[in-house]
């Protein structure tokens, strides 16, 4: 008898070994074609959890299966270790975010490793560590040599709680809370850094080559919100309001509105001023101002989602002034109104009641009059009971009459473009991105104040400012290195002179806008990674999760696309293909959460059971991309399974004199199939099927076994195949076992079993068909096939059909295998 599976003295050994022998370092050169698999990196903000598990461990097993397939496969990690979560938790625990933070990578790193990864920790990145966000810096300076960066000032999201500005993105949900911790989230003016990511909306918009799900693409898409439409100009009425400060747009510049509607044009029959938008001061008349002035009060408490929630009635206060149409030269009354966003567009909107919902609830409200300017087909002349917003045709629209509204609309725009009042423009939901955070654990930004010589950029040589280890990093609301004068308190590097660093840090999506590319020199210090290890770009598979839709994964592409156009990278795409995992869920299904208390801890059950039963366990729990509940029952199959194939690599059968052609050729037809099909499930990411798979197979073999007539030359190739087949999930008892059977060192570099085609295509047999006992047809179809199946084939066949002509069918006789009598009558 072989002894017994013991994964934890299994796990030790190997994991030493494997470590010792450098087994998963990946070599810059090669022959082998270049693979590069990436898993996004976590927050060091603890234990590895099963949520980090069940990213890593399905992902391990895809990069060992294709390094098995003569692949180079450079599959690294690191930690993300700036940013809230990690601050946060350091406060809480009062000790050092640095302390802390390095702690904890400590910790997860001996997990990872205890985990059986084939990561290459030779290129580990810390991105907290000098070595590493000195180049955010540097990107920061090139960022702003291109006009990539700049300074304005903003009305910015603010979580009263973290005590910090938030980017767009990291405020969720229809109430507008903090990504992180859920407090509703404040505007606030602030000047901030910003980086000009729409200089790239359309690019971004183009997904040429990228193999990465719709989902995706879809959420980036409608993030980055692409309008095609016009800005018109209104013209102020004369006279009609006051003429303002020196510095304010003269009298006779007009409104602009943007709209995606320039067909409805003759339909105007007032204009909406978001609260905020310069004009409304001037435009105010003396009898409407403290209407005004307390609207704009109330509206800047509120925020953009509840202004434009679909619900919310849609108000406004005239202003007292008018403007005049410049297609029609009719006189428009100008509001404010709070479902305007000062930030989209132009920050004013033309009334079309007759043909937008929210104008034709507004003018009802103030008993604007509602023109109907594009007749619906077969429109009867009727008053509208409700806005009609689809295509109609063009009527009360001057010259344009009779015209199709989607012609109308290039003609509307061509006609006002000539006569200087439009313009065709297109417009992006997508906002410039927002780095300044008033947080100590960031990169510092290399920005110096000077009173001579105003904002002057850190020069590289002096780079990297070092976040300074000593001081107070408890958020205040201001930032925390404001209060550290000796951080502060600096020479201008032009004239010398005293004067401040930006207090300010970066944004921790900043590092792992480009951690990829520092995966492949970690240690370079005259640039960003190393030009020469190019050749491993652009990344061959990501992996991660979907909540980095639209953060993450846009500034991840922005970056590429900015270095690239900045000489640094020959790609435009950091990442060719991308596919996301499920969410493991607690065994209640709830998201596991501590105070749940459906946490799952993969030490206890690495402690007593192993790595590859957890990696193989969680790999079959359901597919990847779908997640779900941890069903800690299902881990007994596991258990059984990885027993058998123990016994199955070390109990050979009582191989019998004659040997059974049948049975030894069933058994390479077997091996053949397997192949076949968990080649293509782990290809697929399927890797639940593929263990399903892999567990029949063990069921069929020891089936086998125990008929013990088979040739041993073939059974010992059919379990080599199972044992390599289960390498990439189980990396520990499948190399205990090859070493065991005397196999080469290690399984990890064997090459991946290939099947012969013809191997796997099903035997054939005949089946005779009879009706009412007479010989009608023969069919061939798979020796497997059920009863029906063929009979389903059988009641098909012509020559069948023809003979029961609509008869009843009153019975059928099967004999597997060889024949089907349809009783008809
Ligand atoms: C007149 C009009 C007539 C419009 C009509 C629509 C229908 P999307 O497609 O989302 O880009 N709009 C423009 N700027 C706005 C702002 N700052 N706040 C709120 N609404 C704004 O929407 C573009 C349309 O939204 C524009 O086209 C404008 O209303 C409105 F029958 O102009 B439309």
Same mark, same amino acid.
């Given at each position: 008898?072989?002894?017994?599976?013991?994964?934890?003295?299994?796990?030790?050994?190997?994991?030493?070994?494997?470590?010792?022998?450098?087994?998963?370092?990946?070599?810059?050169?090669?022959?082998?074609?270049?693979?590069?698999?990436?898993?996004?990196?976590?927050?060091?903000?603890?234990?590895?959890?099963?949520?980090?598990?069940?990213?890593?461990?399905?992902?391990?097993?895809?990069?060992?299966?294709?390094?098995?397939?003569?692949?180079?496969?450079?599959?690294? &990690?690191?930690?993300?270790?700036?940013?809230?979560?990690?601050?946060?938790?350091?406060?809480?625990?009062?000790?050092?975010?640095?302390?802390?933070?390095?702690?904890?990578?400590?910790?997860?790193?001996?997990?990872?490793?205890?985990?059986?990864?084939?990561?290459?920790?030779?290129?580990?990145?810390?991105?907290?560590?000098?070595?590493?966000?000195?180049?955010?810096?540097?990107?920061?300076?090139?960022?702003?040599?291109?006009?990539?960066?700049?300074?304005?000032?903003?009305?910015?999201?603010?979580?009263?709680?973290?005590?910090?500005?938030?980017?767009?993105?990291?405020?969720?949900?229809?109430?507008?809370?903090?990504?992180?911790?859920?407090?509703?989230?404040?505007?606030?003016?602030?000047?901030?850094?910003?980086?000009?990511?729409?200089?790239?909306?359309?690019?971004?918009?183009?997904?040429?080559?990228?193999?990465?799900?719709?989902?995706?693409?879809?959420?980036?898409?409608?993030?980055?919100?692409?309008?095609?439409?016009?800005?018109?100009?209104?013209?102020?009425?004369?006279?009609?309001?006051?003429?303002?400060?020196?510095?304010?747009?003269?009298?006779?510049?007009?409104?602009?509105?943007?709209?995606?509607?320039?067909?409805?044009?003759?339909?105007?029959?007032?204009?909406?001023?978001?609260?905020?938008?310069?004009?409304?001061?001037?435009?105010?008349?003396?009898?409407?101002?403290?209407?005004?002035?307390?609207?704009?009060?109330?509206?800047?408490?509120?925020?953009?989602?509840?202004?434009?929630?679909?619900?919310?009635?849609?108000?406004?206060?005239?202003?007292?002034?008018?403007?005049?149409?410049?297609?029609?030269?009719?006189?428009?009354?100008?509001?404010?109104?709070?479902?305007?966003?000062?930030?989209?567009?132009?920050?004013?909107?033309?009334?079309?009641?007759?043909?937008?919902?929210?104008?034709?609830?507004?003018?009802?409200?103030?008993?604007?009059?509602?023109?109907?300017?594009?007749?619906?087909?077969?429109?009867?002349?009727?008053?509208?009971?409700?806005?009609?917003?689809?295509?109609?045709?063009?009527?009360?629209?001057?010259?344009?009459?009779?015209?199709?509204?989607?012609?109308?609309?290039?003609?509307?725009?061509?006609?006002?473009?000539?006569?200087?009042?439009?313009?065709?423009?297109?417009?992006?939901?997508?906002?410039?991105?927002?780095?300044?955070?008033?947080?100590?654990?960031?990169?510092?930004?290399?920005?110096?104040?000077?009173?001579?010589?105003?904002?002057?950029?850190?020069?590289?040589?002096?780079?990297?400012?070092?976040?300074?280890?000593?001081?107070?990093?408890?958020?205040?609301?201001?930032?925390?290195?404001?209060?550290?004068?000796?951080?502060?308190?600096?020479?201008?590097?032009?004239?010398?002179?005293?004067?401040?660093?930006?207090?300010?840090? &970066?944004?921790?999506? &900043?590092?792992?806008?480009?951690?990829?590319?520092?995966?492949?020199?970690?240690?370079?210090?005259?640039?960003?990674?190393?030009?020469?290890?190019?050749?491993?770009?652009?990344?061959?598979?990501?992996?991660?999760?979907?909540?980095?839709?639209?953060?993450?994964?846009?500034?991840?592409?922005?970056?590429?696309?900015? &270095?690239?156009?900045?000489?640094?990278?020959?790609?435009?795409?950091?990442?060719?293909?991308?596919?996301?995992?499920?969410?493991?869920?607690?065994?209640?299904?709830?998201?596991?959460?501590?105070?749940?208390?459906?946490?799952?801890?993969?030490?206890?059950?690495?402690?007593?059971?192993?790595?590859?039963?957890?990696?193989?366990?969680?790999?079959?729990?359901?597919?990847?991309?779908?997640?779900?509940?941890?069903?800690?029952?299902?881990?007994?199959?596991?258990?059984?399974?990885?027993?058998?194939?123990?016994?199955?690599?070390?109990?050979?059968?009582?191989?019998?004199?004659?040997?059974?052609?049948?049975?030894?050729?069933?058994?390479?037809?077997?091996?053949?199939?397997?192949?076949?099909?968990? *080649?293509?499930?782990?290809?697929?990411?399927?890797?639940?099927?593929?263990?399903?798979?892999?567990?029949?197979?063990?069921?069929?073999?020891?089936?086998?076994?125990?008929?013990?007539?088979?040739?041993?030359?073939?059974?010992?190739?059919?379990?080599?195949?199972?044992?390599?087949?289960?390498?990439?999930?189980?990396?520990?008892?499948?190399?205990?076992?090859?070493?065991?059977?005397?196999?080469?060192?290690?399984?990890?570099?064997?090459?991946?079993?290939?099947?012969?085609?013809?191997?796997?295509?099903?035997?054939?047999? *005949?089946?005779?068909?009879?009706?009412?006992?007479?010989?009608?047809?023969?069919?061939?179809?798979?020796?497997?096939?059920?009863?029906?199946?063929?009979?389903?084939?059988?009641?098909?066949?012509?020559?069948?059909?023809?003979?029961?002509?609509?008869?009843?069918?009153?019975?059928?006789?099967?004999?597997?295998?060889?024949?089907?009598?349809?009783?008809?009558?």
């Amino acid at each position: 008898m072989a002894d017994r599976f013991d994964p934890p003295t299994i796990d030790a050994k190997w994991q030493a070994r494997w470590e010792a022998d450098g087994l998963y370092q990946t070599p810059d050169a090669s022959d082998a074609p270049k693979y590069y698999f990436l898993s996004m990196y976590p927050y060091p903000s603890g234990d590895l959890h099963t949520g980090h598990w069940y990213a890593e461990a399905p992902a391990d097993a895809k990069a060992r299966y294709l390094r098995m397939r003569g692949y180079n496969v450079l599959f690294p &990690m690191g930690f993300d270790a700036f940013g809230l979560p990690a601050e946060n938790a350091a406060i809480k625990h009062n000790i050092h975010p640095y302390t802390w933070t390095m702690a904890n990578i400590e910790r997860m790193r001996s997990q990872f490793r205890r985990m059986g990864t084939m990561i290459d920790w030779s290129r580990e990145i810390v991105t907290c560590l000098p070595e590493y966000y000195r180049w955010n810096q540097w990107f920061f300076l090139q960022f702003l040599k291109q006009g990539l960066a700049y300074r304005a000032r903003a009305a910015v999201d603010f979580c009263p709680n973290c005590n910090t500005t938030l980017a767009r993105e990291q405020v969720w949900g229809e109430d507008r809370r903090c990504e992180r911790c859920g407090t509703p989230v404040e505007k606030r003016d602030l000047e901030q850094w910003f980086f000009r990511i729409t200089q790239y909306a359309e690019e971004l918009l183009r997904f040429d080559g990228l193999d990465w799900p719709e989902r995706v693409k879809t959420m980036q898409t409608n993030w980055i919100g692409r309008s095609e439409g016009a800005e018109i100009e209104f013209g102020l009425e004369a006279g009609g309001a006051e003429p303002g400060p020196s510095d304010a747009p003269t009298a006779n510049q007009g409104i602009k509105v943007f709209t995606t509607r320039p067909d409805t044009i003759y339909g105007v029959t007032f204009m909406v001023l978001a609260p905020e938008h310069p004009l409304v001061e001037r435009l105010t008349t003396d009898d409407q101002r403290a209407a005004v002035q307390e609207y704009v009060e109330r509206a800047r408490r509120e925020t953009e989602i509840e202004r434009t929630a679909a619900d919310k009635p849609k108000t406004g206060v005239f202003t007292g002034s008018y403007c005049v149409n410049p297609y029609s030269g009719e006189r428009v009354p100008v509001y404010i109104g709070d479902y305007v966003l000062y930030t989209y567009g132009t920050g004013a909107v033309m009334g079309v009641p007759a043909h937008d919902e929210r104008d034709f609830v507004f003018a009802q409200r103030y008993h604007l009059p509602i023109p109907v300017v594009i007749a619906p087909p077969d429109w009867d002349g009727d008053p509208l009971a409700a806005a009609y917003t689809a295509p109609g045709t063009m009527i009360h629209s001057g010259p344009f009459d009779g015209t199709p509204s989607e012609e109308g609309k290039k003609a509307v725009v061509a006609y006002g473009a000539e006569r200087g009042f439009a313009t065709a423009t297109v417009t992006y939901r997508l906002r410039d991105w927002l780095i300044s955070r008033q947080r100590y654990w960031g990169t510092p930004i290399p920005i110096v104040y000077c009173p001579t010589d105003g904002i002057v950029p850190v020069p590289e040589e002096d780079l990297p400012v070092l976040l300074p280890e000593d001081s107070q990093f408890k958020p205040t609301g201001e930032s925390p290195l404001k209060s550290d004068e000796r951080f502060r308190n600096v020479a201008c590097p032009t004239c010398g002179g005293p004067a401040e660093r930006e207090t300010d840090t &970066m944004d921790t999506f &900043m590092d792992s806008s480009w951690y990829q590319y520092r995966f492949l020199s970690p240690h370079f210090d005259e640039g960003p990674f190393d030009p020469a290890k190019a050749h491993w770009l652009p990344v061959d598979q990501y992996t991660g999760g979907i909540e980095h839709a639209t953060m993450h994964l846009l500034y991840f592409r922005f970056f590429t696309k900015a &270095m690239r156009d900045m000489g640094l990278l020959q790609i435009d795409e950091p990442a060719t293909r991308l596919i996301n995992q499920g969410i493991i869920l607690g065994p209640d299904s709830q998201k596991m959460s501590k105070s749940r208390g459906n946490v799952v801890n993969p030490d206890d059950y690495v402690d007593k059971l192993g790595a590859d039963v957890f990696r193989c366990y969680l790999m079959f729990i359901g597919p990847w991309q779908d997640g779900g509940p941890y069903r800690p029952e299902g881990i007994d199959g596991i258990v059984r399974w990885l027993n058998r194939v123990w016994n199955l690599a070390l109990e050979e059968p009582a191989f019998a004199d004659a040997v059974d052609a049948e049975t030894t050729r069933a058994l390479q037809a077997q091996r053949h199939k397997t192949v076949k099909v968990v *080649t293509e499930d782990i290809e697929a990411f399927h890797f639940n099927t593929m263990l399903a798979r892999l567990m029949e197979y063990a069921n069929y073999l020891s089936r086998v076994k125990d008929s013990g007539k088979i040739d041993p030359v073939v059974w010992r190739d059919a379990v080599n195949t199972l044992l390599l087949m289960a390498a990439p999930a189980a990396p520990h008892i499948t190399e205990e076992l090859w070493e065991r059977t005397g196999r080469p060192y290690s399984i990890h570099q064997q090459a991946w079993p290939t099947f012969e085609a013809a191997m796997t295509e099903d035997e054939q047999v *005949t089946v005779v068909v009879q009706v009412n006992g007479k010989v009608r047809d023969r069919l061939m179809v798979p020796a497997d096939s059920s009863r029906e199946q063929v009979e389903a084939l059988a009641l098909a066949s012509e020559k069948v059909a023809s003979q029961v002509n609509g008869a009843t069918v009153r019975n059928v006789v099967y004999v597997p295998g060889r024949l089907v009598n349809i009783v008809i009558g």
